[in-house]
Structures are given as structure tokens and as C-alpha cells.
């Protein structure tokens, strides 16, 4: 078999076989092909596709490049969220605890942030004593004992992702749906749960823009996730706007132990007890009404709350700055945005947020660099509202006086105003069985 005559095949828009599509994950994992080759093949599949048996091939042989975690002691209990990325997505954060709280056992990797968007594991770590890493034994341990436990991602998990993702990455390739979700997919077979729920995100601050191509996509990943042989249901989120009021690691952590303590019910709310209901009716083959009960009760009730104590506790987090926030890191300059005229504020662009986010310490531009815990943006008006000359728009929260000046300027040109109020957007587009 040769690489040549694989490339030549997808470039004339034939399908390639299993053999095939096994030799080339297994021989560019190994090395024995060079990138060239590999490119080559990345962009024929850009322009050609891949048939919904080539993308579940690609997907299993992808997951089966490195380890694969054997979660098969806990059955059909095993429940993982995923989301696309996107402003102000603190959502694992309540989700994970929340549906744990109801007999899900949620084993969980996340990732780190980079540029506009924000990372669950950056959040965790803004939690005081907080361990993002585990070995595998305390892994499946706390999860056997408590039913949570998230940590970075480790180990040799699909090294023919990440690399991939890297080649995709500098050719242009980034998006093809069969190779974007391959790439989701892969990661969650290999992490090893048997439910899986899918956030994804469209819009201004997300990677897909439009509603079109965010459920293409979507519809594909559940497709290709049920032809794995997992439970799937995608979601799809508006990301337009920020999700919630807050950006930036602790004070994401702070929201969204308001949310999953019941004190605020407002669309990030709404999106994360989808989320849980979803992840719930799975696990506990009811329907996602029924679901949707159980996890309101799970916050009303404060089980939920209970849960997440429970779980920070477990890997080695300050509960104390859970029970109370002011433990958490905060920044030693909050300074106010001023609205410079009336109307009404009609529209954000949630990527420039971000990024104003990440000038004030609160992201990364580059893998590198560090990160100030405490800094971030607070809003104080969303699309939709009325607003005077001389309200606060936004709060920015930093260590660094520095940053303000070109942060503020960012978050300034992510800001549209009218006249006329909007028509109003939810945040839940669609969900997809």
C-alpha cells in the first residue's frame, strides 16, 4: 500500500477503505509519512468530503493512535460534555457537578485557553490548591467514589490529533466538518465515556459562524459518535454574544457558583440545565423532560451545590473560597466603561471581547504565556438594553494599569448601538438526537 495511490484516490473523490485510512493514521502517527503526504491528503479530503463510514473509520483510528481509558466498570453511566469553544463558557463548571449530583459519573478532560477563548482547566486553577492533574488510578478512583472528577488532558491520548491538528493548523484545513469532527470525536472516544453532550457554538465568538454550517457540523458529530457506538445529542448556542455576564477565570468560577447555588436564572442558566438535562436523560434513559425536573431540583435543592464542594474538595481545592467567593483571586484595579452616547445596544462581537479579555491578563496569545487569575471583564449591559450617556457599559478587572488603556478600546469597537431596541436572540438555537 502506498501513500501516493491514497491521495490520488480522495483527490478523484473515490472512497478510501478502512486498510486505507488505518495505514495512513497508523504510518503518520509513527512517522513513516511525511507531512507533505499528509497534507496532501488533509486537502483532497477539504475539497472531496468523506462518506459518513470513512469519517467513523477515521474517527476509531484516530482514538486508537495512543491510550484509550477503559471506563467500562462504571456501564452505561458515564456521561461527557464538549464544547467548541467560545466567551465566558464556564458551563463544565456547573454542568459536571450538577449532573454528577444525579448518579452520572462524569469523567472529564478539558483543555487550556488560548487567544479569545477561555479554558475550563484555567478556570479550575484559579480555585486555590485546585490539582488539574491526576494519575489515571485517582482518575477512575474519585470518579468511583464521588462520580466527578475533571482534570487537563494527559497522557499519550490521540497523538494522531494533536499531530494532526497541527499540520490542519498552518494548511488551511482547519475546516473540513469530516476532519473537525474526527478530531471532537477522537478525544471523546479515547476519554472513554459511553454518553456524550455537544455544545456547540455559532456566531461572532465561536469557530463556526453560521447557524448553517454549526449544525452541519453538529448533525455530523452525533452521527458519527452514534456510529461509534455512543449516546450523542448536540446543542447548538448562540455565541454573539458572551455567555453570561463574566470572562475571565475567577471570575467565571465566582458566576457559576451563582448559578449552581440558584441565585441567578438567566440565559447561562437556561443553556446549562439543557446541558445537564441532556447528559441526565442519556444516563438514566428518560426523557429529557423528566430529566430537565430532576436537574432544576438538583440546584434548587442544593444537591448540585453540595456536589461541586465535594468534587473541589476531592482535588485538593480550597472548599472555603467555594462557600465564599472573596477567597477566590481578585484583581487590584476594576476599572468602569462608560457609554459615550443613548439608545440601545444592538449587537457585540463576543471575539473582541475576548480578546480584550486576553490584553487584560485573562487569556493567552501564545501556549507561553501566563495568566492573571483574577482578571477579566465584568458586563453590565447586554444586547437589548437601554443605555444613557455616561452608564457603565463594562467593568475591566487586572493587575496591570497598563492594559487598560488598549483593552478598553477593543471591548469599545465590539459594540453596536441604535436607535431601535433589537429583536431579542435566545441563546438555544436547535438540539440534535
Not at 483543555?111 to 477512575?140: A, C, M, N, Q, W
Not at 456510529?227 to 455565541?239: H, K, S
Amino acid at each position: 500500500m502506498r501513500m501516493y495511490d491514497i491521495i490520488q484516490k480522495k483527490r478523484d473523490g473515490r472512497e478510501l477503505s478502512d486498510e486505507e485510512i488505518g495505514f495512513f493514521v497508523n504510518g503518520y502517527t509513527k512517522g513513516e509519512i511525511p507531512d507533505y503526504q499528509a497534507a496532501a491528503l488533509c486537502m483532497a479530503i477539504y475539497f472531496r468530503g468523506m462518506s459518513d463510514r470513512e469519517t467513523v473509520t477515521l474517527t476509531e483510528c484516530m482514538a486508537r493512535s495512543g491510550d484509550m481509558l477503559d471506563l467500562s466498570r462504571f456501564g452505561d453511566l458515564t456521561a461527557d460534555k464538549h464544547s467548541t469553544g467560545g466567551v465566558g463558557d464556564k458551563t463544565t463548571l456547573i454542568v459536571a457537578p450538577v449532573a454528577a449530583s444525579l448518579g452520572c459519573v462524569v469523567t472529564k478532560m478539558s483543555g487550556r485557553g488560548l487567544g479569545h477563548t477561555g479554558g475550563t482547566v484555567d478556570k479550575l486553577e484559579s480555585i486555590p490548591g485546585y490539582r488539574t492533574t491526576l494519575t489515571e488510578e485517582e482518575f477512575i478512583g474519585q470518579s468511583e467514589r464521588i462520580g466527578i472528577a475533571v482534570i487537563g488532558q494527559t497522557g499519550n491520548l490521540t497523538p494522531a490529533d494533536k499531530k494532526l491538528y497541527a499540520l490542519r493548523d498552518v494548511t488551511a484545513t482547519v475546516d473540513s466538518i469530516p476532519l473537525i469532527t474526527a478530531s471532537i470525536m477522537s478525544k471523546k472516544l479515547a476519554a472513554g465515556s459511553k454518553n456524550i453532550v455537544l455544545d456547540v457554538k455559532c456566531g461572532s465568538g465561536a469557530f463556526m459562524k453560521t447557524i448553517e454550517d454549526a449544525e452541519k457540523l453538529a448533525k455530523n458529530m452525533v452521527d458519527i459518535g452514534k456510529g461509534c457506538g455512543r449516546n450523542v445529542t448536540a446543542v447548538l448556542t448562540n455565541m454573539d454574544v458572551p455567555l453570561g455576564s463574566c470572562i475571565g477565570n475567577a471570575l467565571e468560577v465566582k458566576e457559576a457558583i451563582k448559578v449552581i447555588k440558584g441565585e441567578q436564572k438567566d440565559e447561562l442558566y437556561e443553556v446549562c440545565v439543557t446541558l445537564a438535562s441532556e447528559m441526565v436523560s442519556h444516563v438514566k434513559k428518560i426523557a429529557p423532560d423528566e430529566a430537565r425536573r430532576l436537574v432544576a431540583e438538583a440546584i434548587d435543592g442544593g444537591a448540585a451545590f453540595e456536589k461541586m464542594k465535594e468534587w473541589v474538595d476531592a482535588q485538593g481545592g480550597d472548599v472555603q473560597s467555594i462557600t465564599d467567593t472573596e477567597y477566590l483571586p481578585s484583581a487590584s484595579l476594576i476599572y468602569p466603561v462608560l457609554s459615550d452616547k443613548d439608545g440601545y445596544l444592538t449587537g457585540t462581537d463576543a471575539e473582541l471581547i475576548g480578546d480584550a479579555a486576553m490584553i487584560l491578563g485573562a487569556g493567552r496569545a501564545s501556549k507561553e504565556d501566563s495568566i492573571d487569575m483574577s482578571a477579566g471583564i465584568v458586563m453590565r449591559k447586554k444586547p437589548g438594553d437601554k443605555v444613557k450617556k455616561g452608564d457603565v457599559l463594562c467593568h475591566l478587572h487586572t493587575c496591570d494599569v497598563k492594559r487598560i488603556k488598549q483593552a478598553e478600546e477593543v471591548f469599545r469597537s465590539a459594540l453596536r448601538f441604535g436607535a431601535e431596541p433589537p429583536e431579542k436572540q435566545g441563546l438555544i438555537y436547535k438540539i440534535i438526537r
